[in-house]
DNA sequence: AGACTAATTTTAAGTCGCAAACTAAGGTCC
DNA sequence: GGACCTTAGTTTGCGACTTAAAATTAGTCT
């Protein structure tokens, strides 16, 4: 409720900041450059890249003739300042992979993960980061944190708190788990794996450029990252996004939550299967979930009814994205997720349609449908931008704390929320 | 896509603002006070105070006993600074309405409104806030800008466009007509109706407090004001919280906006008195949508067929507020509205049942559902409140730009959105 | 009246960004 | 090859800002 109070250290900080991050996602610039987009004069520019140098987060990159003139000296986030680690916890595994700055991959490891107590993850997901690291032969004190992508939502408050059904976890104080099975006392930041996978979209993928953009995220189950105003909207207790479960047919079909005519029950993997195989009337050939429904869309070139299923969906996930866009008034949709990648590489069309048929007229036009680009390792890469997204923010190490004695005195710690 | 730069100057404008806003949401205070709670240093606060009671923005109110010492001075902000208009354009007329700073009501105009042309309408307004203004005897100079809510979306650009298809306005530049239509030139502020009662909720109504909350709006037709992180979500084109258009039973009733199943044809006031005539069989009796929906809850008494209706539509509503609570995680539902409010007061624990039968626990435990406060005036002081929101931002008046050539350079004028 | 307490104001010091002057590093022209 | 131009980046001097500490002000208590 106090609002904030602003102290001339703060413009420094927040200066730095803007800079960090344009040289971040801008590439190399050299000063002039910096200078012309961020509004700042030459010498303020010059002054704040100076100290980024020192410090070491930055570094010269050659130079650019200037069309006659003293040459332009290219400037650019160093990538080896220090490392990152994104955790990407899924149902039957979790992956751990390693990244430098620039998000460059260094080294990754999966494990398998049969259904065990969350201390036990815990302390599977501590011992993976520390092998990745030593195995990729980086140094234990460059590591700025880890991003662990969850799949439930999760309370930020003072110590992350995971709640995710689909794993029977209620209530999980994750990060204070992995905090103690750790030697190293990383910074750790817990997110929901669907959010950290739209972040990746953002920054690497289709989200690129945009400010408000939803990503839709459709396999098993269903869920959304909505960014707004260039960041993760996380609502009062973050555990905002929950697309799937929003109603799509008021007393329709059962949903594993519990509710009925959830999106989730008609266009989730294991619904369109479910559908499928009512309107064929006998079981589906043996296979996993992916197989399945590749089986499903592969058949519909021959199959009426396997045709109609998919119609039947690209018509349900028309409405629920015209729900998004009515409410949210994006300027981009990104569909992804393995089943909304198969599904929209076939059915895009046909999606697009009913979307058009289901959203109002002045908000479905400011709107472009576009499929994710990223593969598998999205969650991965974007649990790896969480620390990331903090160095930017505080343009300093963040594992120092600001100020010691303020974050004391606030009780909680502070923790970026903005990323982009 | 610029970064904004941030100088030393803007410390000061924040500054200010933060302690203008301080005092104008939290009631007269002493210095010391303003110094805890902004964390401000007694010096910043006794100066930058200082400035704003030269400016006219703040002055003095008594004192108050400081258990034995010197006693603390009370400030608050000037309710004579200066005036504000708000004017509610409605379906079937518009409210034209003076303000204190305080937001005090000194007058208003009641006009009804036959079908006309935009450019009418325009000058309608235009003569009307003259005609408020120098009805209640106020100094034209002092008035700081005229906030004005129109029942369709807005886009915010260089200069406000209407859409409204309730009225038949389809890419109305609203503020250049009013504008033009005027002999003076105060800050037109044009926002969508649901958004300004929205916000007259957060600043004197149920919403206050709170940071995270959705205002839902059922009246002939169904709104939504969305505030996150204290300020009204507007999504990219200013078109977000079309809560009415979401699809909530695919494939069922059509609606007004040409889809199918939208929650306004369930729970709107037209659907459910739509809804009733079908169930009973016959017409309804003669009378307006208020006096019929009125009938129809009184109806439910003895009517099994009435209280049917009601209880259904209990439940489609429920599962549209489950849907808010699902997407936006918020902290509190306020329902409001005519309809809203009449709905709520007979049938509240059937639609919180029902939003609980379709939200997920997670977020569902964190929100409350209370009914709105505000009376009929609430978007008529909602627009008020846009000057305001703007002097309370800048922490000066609103009519003078802060910096003629940085306007003139970013091509676009600054306007306000946060407001809060 | 004098001591004491607590709220403001004044003062002195340090930080910040900016405009203008200045230096660096290259090219062009003769 | 040297005078001169062009562009990039740095240094300097200044005004604006916040802060901590000291001083002042305005009451209460004995």
Redesign the pocket.
């Given at each position: 409720m106090a609002p904030k109070?602003?102290?001339?250290?703060d413009?420094?900080?927040?200066?730095?900041s803007t800079l960090l991050s344009t040289l971040f996602f801008d590439g190399p610039l050299?000063?002039?450059?910096?200078?012309r987009r961020s509004?700042?004069?030459?010498?303020?520019?010059?002054?704040?890249?100076?100290e980024l140098v020192d410090d070491g987060l930055v570094v010269e990159a050659g130079?650019v003739?200037?069309?006659?003139?003293?040459?332009?000296?290219?400037?650019r986030v160093n990538p080896a300042f220090g490392h990152v680690v994104g955790v990407d916890v899924g149902e039957t595994g979790i992956k751990v992979e390693l990244f430098d700055l620039s998000l460059t991959q260094l080294a990754a490891f999966d494990h398998a993960l049969s259904p065990s107590s969350p201390a036990a993850v815990a302390s599977l997901i501590a011992s993976a980061v520390r092998d990745v690291v030593t195995s990729a032969g980086v140094d234990a004190s460059t590591v700025l944190g880890v991003g662990i992508g969850v799949p439930g939502t999760v309370e930020q408050g003072a110590t992350a708190v995971v709640h995710a059904p689909t794993i029977g976890w209620d209530g999980v104080r994750l990060e204070e788990l992995v905090a103690d099975a750790s030697e190293s006392a990383w910074p750790l930041y817990v997110e929901n794996g669907a959010k950290t996978q739209g972040q990746a979209e953002m920054w690497f993928g289709a989200g690129r450029g945009a400010r408000h953009v939803v990503i839709a995220l459709i396999g098993s189950g269903v869920g959304a990252a909505v960014v707004t105003d260039g960041g993760v909207y996380r609502g009062a207790t973050s555990s905002a996004g929950e697309w799937g479960h929003t109603t799509i047919m008021y007393g329709g079909r059962p949903c594993r939550c519990g509710a009925l005519g959830c999106l989730e029950a008609y266009v989730g993997a294991e619904g369109i299967l479910d559908r499928y195989r009512k309107a064929r009337g006998r079981e589906l050939p043996e296979g996993d979930e992916q197989s399945s429904v590749a089986a499903l869309i592969e058949a519909a070139a021959r199959s009426k009814t396997a045709a109609r299923v998919l119609e039947e969906t690209a018509g349900y996930l028309g409405a629920g994205i015209a729900n998004l866009v009515n409410l949210f008034n994006p300027e981009r949709i990104v569909l992804g997720g393995w089943a909304g990648l198969a599904l929209g590489a076939h059915q895009l069309d046909r999606i697009v349609a009913a979307t058009r048929a289901h959203a109002l007229r002045h908000p479905y036009e400011q709107i472009s449908i576009q499929l994710g680009r990223l593969g598998p390792d999205a969650v991965a890469v974007g649990a790896a931008t969480l620390p990331v997204a903090a160095l930017l923010d505080r343009a300093a190490d963040p594992r120092k704390p600001t100020s010691p004695d303020l974050s004391v005195e606030l009780g909680v710690p502070e923790r970026s929320t903005r990323v982009f």
């Open positions: 109070r602003t102290t001339v250290r413009l420094r900080r927040q200066n730095r050299s000063r002039y450059e910096l200078s509004g700042l004069s030459a010498a303020t520019v010059s002054n704040v890249t100076g130079s003739d200037s069309d006659g003139g003293r040459p332009r000296v290219l400037l």
